[in-house]
C-alpha cells in the first residue's frame, strides 16, 4: 500500500535560514521547533522516512507563520523563499515528497494574493496552508477576501493549519494559557471558530467551490454535530454579534 | 421506566424576584431567561413535565451564576434564597422533583464555604451547581479550595455548568464572539479547560474523592482522548504558564 502523509511539515534550508535570525522563529512555538530536527534537517528527516515502505509525504511549512515573524515589508520575501524551497525539494525528491502546499504573508494580503496566483494558478503548489488566525485576526476579515477568490478559482484546496498561542487565555481574568490548554483544546477550539465563522461570515457561500481541508478530524464538528445542529437552528445565525441577547432560548 | 432528568434549571419565585431587579439577571444569558416561560412558572414547568410518564427532576438554577447579579455584599443572600427555594420545591412536590442541587455566592468564598456547608452537610442538597467561571476567574483559585473540601467531604457531587459569555472573544484582535460560537463551541471548550485546571493545579490530587460532573458528556475530553493523552505525555504537565517554551516538541 502506498502511503501518502499529506500534512508534513519542514522548513526548506535558505527559509530555515531567514526564519532563524528572527525572534518570532526562535521564541514559543518557533522555540519549539528549532528543537525537532527532522522538520529542517533533510537528511534526518529520510532517516525517518526510510522506516516505511513506499511512503511520501506532502510538505507544508511548520509554525509559527512567516507573519508572526516578520511585519509586511518582509513576509512576501519570506514566504516567497519558502515557497520555492518547497517547490525544489518536491521537484528534486519526487520519490519522497508527492507535492507542497504554499504560504503566504498573510499580513501583506494584497501580496499575498499575488503570491497565491504565482503558486497555485502559475506554479505547482498542491494547495495553500493558512493558519486559523492572522496574528489575532479571523480569516473572515475583508482583506482576506480575494486570497480565497484565487484558491476557489484554482480548485486546489486550503489546509488549515491551528495557529492559537499561549498568549490566548482561557478565562477572561488571565493573560495566558495554562497548562497546554491553548494547544490540547485551543486548537481544535479555534479551528472550530474559523471554521463557523467562514460559514457565517458569508465565504463559504460566496465560493461554494473553495475547498478547506482542517486539521484533527475536523476538530470539534463532527463530535458536536447534534449540539451544532440544535444550538445554531434554536439560536439562529445573526451575523451582527451585538443583538444575540434578543433571543429567548 | 422512571426517569430522573439530573439538570434541570429552575428559578423558585423568591430567587428569581430578586434576579429580576438585578441588570446581570435581567441582559445578556439573564435576558434569554426572562423568555423561558418554563424556567420560572411552575405551572408551566408541571405542564411540560406532565407530557412525560414517570418523570422526575433535579433541580438547579439557570444562568447568570448569583455573582454575575450582584457583589459580594448581597450573593450570600441571592444564593441562600435560591437555595431555600430550591429546597422547599423538593420538599412539597417529591413526585415532581426527585432532588435539588445548590448555588453558592463565588464572589464570596469564605459565604460560599458556609453556605456549602449548610446545604450540603446539615441540608437536604443533594450536590452544589458550580460554573466553570466565577465572574472570568479559574475555578483553580486557591480562595475557592474551601468550597472544594466541603464538597470532597459531603461526598456529593459537584455539577459543573459552562458560564462563558459573548464578551470572551474567540480571537485576540476582537472584543467579543460572534455568531454564538461562544456558547456552541465556547461552552464545551470552557469545561473542559475547567477540568483540565483542575487536575493540572493540585485540586483533583489534593481531593481524591471530589466528584465532578460535567455538562455535554464531558465536553471534549472523551472526544480528543488520544490528544489528551500524546499531547500531555509530550509536552508535560508544566504548573507555571512561563516555561511551556523550553520543551522542544
Redesign the interface.
Known amino acids: 500500500m502506498r502511503t501518502i502523509d499529506a500534512f508534513c511539515h519542514f522548513f526548506p534550508p535558505d527559509f530555515f535560514r531567514l526564519m532563524s535570525e528572527t525572534a518570532g522563529g526562535t521564541?514559543?512555538?518557533g522555540?519549539?521547533m528549532q528543537?525537532?530536527r527532522t522538520i529542517f534537517d533533510l537528511d534526518a528527516r529520510f532517516r525517518v522516512m526510510d522506516q516505511f515502505e513506499d511512503y511520501t509525504e506532502i510538505l507544508s511549512l511548520g509554525l509559527p507563520p512567516v507573519e508572526a515573524m516578520v511585519g509586511p515589508d518582509r513576509t512576501p520575501e519570506f514566504a516567497a523563499v519558502a515557497n520555492d524551497g518547497l517547490a525544489e525539494l518536491v521537484s528534486e525528491h519526487p520519490d519522497r515528497f508527492a507535492g507542497w502546499v504554499g504560504a503566504l504573508p498573510m499580513n501583506a494580503p494584497d501580496a499575498a494574493a499575488r503570491e497565491a496566483e504565482r503558486i497555485l494558478i502559475n506554479g505547482t503548489a498542491n494547495g495553500l496552508q493558512l493558519h486559523t488566525?492572522v496574528?489575532?485576526?479571523?480569516l473572515d476579515e475583508p482583506r482576506f477576501l480575494p486570497i480565497f477568490e484565487i484558491a476557489a478559482k484554482s480548485g486546489k484546496p486550503i489546509l488549515l493549519h491551528p495557529a492559537r498561542g499561549?498568549?490566548?487565555p482561557?478565562?477572561?481574568?488571565?493573560k495566558?494559557?495554562?497548562?497546554?490548554?491553548w494547544?490540547?483544546?485551543?486548537w481544535?477550539?479555534?479551528t472550530?471558530?474559523t471554521m463557523?465563522?467562514l460559514v457565517?461570515s458569508g465565504v463559504m457561500t460566496r465560493f461554494p467551490e473553495l475547498k478547506v481541508l482542517t486539521h484533527?478530524l475536523g476538530a470539534?464538528i463532527p463530535?458536536?454535530d447534534a449540539?451544532?445542529d440544535t444550538?445554531?437552528a434554536t439560536?439562529?445565525?445573526?451575523?451582527s454579534?451585538e443583538d444575540?441577547?434578543?433571543?429567548?432560548?
Open positions: 521564541r514559543d512555538v522555540k519549539r528543537g525537532v488566525n496574528n489575532g485576526a479571523c499561549p498568549d490566548m482561557d478565562f477572561a481574568a488571565e495566558r494559557s495554562r497548562y497546554e490548554i494547544t490540547i483544546f485551543g481544535p477550539y479555534e472550530s471558530a463557523a465563522r457565517f484533527h470539534m463530535f458536536f449540539r451544532i444550538g445554531w439560536l439562529g445565525s445573526r451575523t454579534d444575540y441577547s434578543a433571543v429567548s432560548a
